[in-house]
């Protein structure tokens, strides 16, 4: 019997829609949850896609995360919106804040909103894809809880903390780029050890502090930031804006707080949204960045990023996505 | 004989005036341009003080950039502001800029201004601590000339395209970054070379795409950006904000209309400015961004960036600053 299995993205859907409901989230919740993971999948990125079905269920079935949450959005400023998730999982908050951030970014030029009360578990880069879509260019910043030794130290503090960040390619896919603060994701660590491969060095830390190659030892260590004291200074900027500037938690409240049920702790996003027409060349802006693309892609050796989550997004139609048989018999436990 | 010397900021500010002023300055650019460094000297940050006197005086003397440009602020959206800065240096459009650009932040809860047509050879780091000490969390980005090879890449295509970001602290120094998206300062890989210093591997690459640790040989190849594909990923971000957001130039674009003369290409610059009081909670923000700040700093191995320029502040005003002696003597040369 192979070990893996492949499902449509339909049979997917389905799937993860049941899992969800069977653990008390309402449709509205279930659907933004499922759709979520379902862009993850659909590009082929396994750290964010059905990998993240049990936290979710197990965070549903503790009770930390409320399966019927209706997230409020609210304009606190000509130029900024909160949005309190009432304590459900990021995706419906996203769907409910990004209208109104994009709307308000096209009128005042720039504007930021914060979504507090949530439980974040998925990549940035839909969101920030979504409004460079729009034709903004947007920034999101998010937290978690301590995984990050800060540059110098050898305790986890910092959330992975990502920050993602997408440009507006108006008739094509806009670029778009979402990276931890962290040297590897934790999904990726977490994927790592699952299927005993071992990380670069560089990755993270041993208990001791010791560089380690093993997966094992640096999720019970600490992972390092990436490019050293540079990639602290974003972990920090993140903690700011998605804990302190919003009125959300930082990662070590958040990690404190915890029930550690598998899921995501309680957090915050601090998004940002810049309309171009409105600081630049309003007729010109896209055209004249397209010649730095063309310029860049024609060097040898580069690529952007994203190019591959592009390249599957054509393809999981047709092929469907390919799952550990494991992790579908997971799934199949949590009904 | 020494072969340095010390003087006092006094006296460092007035060699920067008549330097500047003999070489075609006005009062008010000279006044600006002196300030800029002498923060940094102030601060012993020697890459961005008196050593980029030479540089801003033969581009005056060049007449590429203006010693008596008028920079023009102007409110393009409720949030946005661009600054023309008329062809001359960036301090004194900074200067005209930055006011307008905290008032709007504090009324819309963000703003972001785009400076172009100017000439940057400075850091960062005092725009955005300027607007950090006026309670804003600020960000600063801008380009170059091409000295960075992208990811993957061999030859240079983005300037080493720094980002700044500061945190404003009530009562205490603000938390400030400013780094290169390089892995290395443009301005330090120079001082490494007048100085017969090695650079650390992953500094850059020879003309052949050789790792080199000889800083001569990454100026004539390239730089290398920091933390890999990530740190590529935020110098693309850097040209895209400051060069294509606000209808400036793309490094590769700059490098090819600068005349070399030893000073910045022409550029631009953006900056965010956010209040903490619109986002989150007004009343109690900066005590909960401490207890993050304490909790880290008590970690050992840990410290802030910015610490030892803030020591070098309480000490150099009567400690003065000390130049090579050959630095000042190309000084007293250009007058």
Redesign the interface.
Known sequence: MSDTVTLSLAEATDLSTAALTANGADGENASAVTDIMMRAERDRCASHGLFRLPGYCASLKSGKVKGDARPVASE?????V?VDGQGGFAPLALEVGLPVLAQKAK??????M?LVNIYHFAALWPEVETLAEQGL?AFAFTQASPMVA??????P?FGTNPMA?A?PRPGQNP?V?D?ASA?MARGDVMIHARDGHPVPLGTGIDEDGNPTTDPNEVLKGAQSP??????S?IA??V???A??????V?S?EAGRLDNKDGGPPVGGE?L?A???A????AAH?AQ??E??FS??TA?????L?GERRRKARLETPTSGIVLPRSLLEKINGLM
Request: charged share 15%.
């Open positions: 606190i400023a000509p130029g900024a909160r009128t005042q030029g720039i504007a930021g914060g260019c800060p540059a110098g130290g050898i305790k503090f960040f440009w670029y780029f990276q040297a990436f490019g050293g004291y540079k990639g200074n920090l900027m903690e700011l804006l804990g302190g500037l919003i009125g959300s930082f070590p601090f940002m810049i309309d171009p409105h600081f630049g060349d802006w004249h960045c010649t730095l310029e860049l060097m040898e050796g580069v690529r990023p």
